[in-house]
């Protein structure tokens, strides 16, 4: 686990996250690294998959400088919305911040799920959070990836994913995206 004085100048202790109850009302501001250390503090969160038109999914590697699940394969990009952002409104953000994706790169988000899970991660954090799943498919597969945020990329038949995931496995999925993937599929 990181020291205090680590963690007080991780550029989360500078940032609020939304707290909600199960229902994904809101209750107030949190700080983010406090809603990810300890036992965690329920909190807003989304996770984006990101289609071409030919039913493949674009998985992101987190990059390695992330506190939680670095090295880790993503459903795209997944983050938490602002005070006063909607979900689509930050889905539409970090694409642009992560992937260079714009919005002419693509027709619409759709919010398609919604659930809560909580796991832990290493001795580094853990998420507790109440997770909307967005979906869109780009007319442009034009990618700009930050380092910062985005250590590899992958376009991978999302239907032979689901239906295999032991020849995934080496990837180390994130744990949000594996729900929000199961769910997809049995919905």
């Known amino acids: 686990m990181s020291a205090p004085q680590e963690d007080l100048e991780h550029e989360n202790a500078k940032q609020d996250v939304i707290a909600v109850d199960a229902d994904d009302t809101e209750q107030g501001l949190v700080n983010r690294l406090e809603a990810h250390t300890g036992d965690g503090i329920r909190h807003r969160a989304f996770t984006s998959l990101v289609f071409d038109g030919e039913g493949n999914i674009l998985l992101a590697q987190r990059a ?48 398609t799920d919604r659930f809560e899970y909580k796991r832990y991660f290493e001795n580094a954090g853990v998420e507790h959070e109440v997770c909307a ?55």
């Open 133 to 187: 799943v967005l979906k869109l498919t780009l007319t442009d597969r034009s990618l700009e990836p930050d380092p910062e945020e985005v250590a590899g990329l992958m376009w991978v038949p999302y239907e032979r994913l689901h239906e295999n995931p032991e020849w995934y496995r080496q990837l180390r999925l994130c744990p949000w995206f594996e729900i929000a993937m199961r769910r997809d599929v049995q919905q």
């Open 64 to 111: 390695p400088g992330k506190r939680l699940w670095g090295t880790y394969w993503d459903g795209t990009v997944a983050s938490h919305p602002v005070d006063g952002q909607s979900q689509e409104e930050a889905t539409r953000q970090r694409l642009e911040e992560e992937l260079g994706i714009t919005p002419d790169q693509y027709d619409d988000v759709r919010l």
